[in-house]
């Protein structure tokens, strides 16, 4: 079975999702990192087998700079 991840759109978390329990919430919830409130099924992603450590954050490379900084004030 294929685990789904999404990712908040505010802060960049991403997270495993239950599905199930999202279709009971139409497919909303809170970031826990943020708690942000987004439409986690637009978000879906397939997330690599468990023992994998990195995802992927597809980014446009002149976002890679404003993305280090943002990471450093937290």
């Not at 497919?27 to 990195?54: I, K, R």
């Not at 446009?60 to 280090?68: H, R, S, T, V």
Request: glycine content about 6%.
């Amino acid at each position: 079975m294929n685990t789904l991840g999404t990712r908040c759109p505010a802060c960049l978390t991403a997270f495993k999702v239950n599905a199930d329990l999202l279709r009971m919430r139409d497919g909303y919830g809170a970031c826990g990192q943020c708690a942000q409130v987004f439409d986690m099924q637009a978000a879906w992603f397939l997330l690599p087998p468990h023992d994998t450590h990195v995802i992927d954050i597809p980014v446009k490379a002149n976002q890679i700079p404003k993305l280090i900084s943002d990471r450093k004030k937290r």
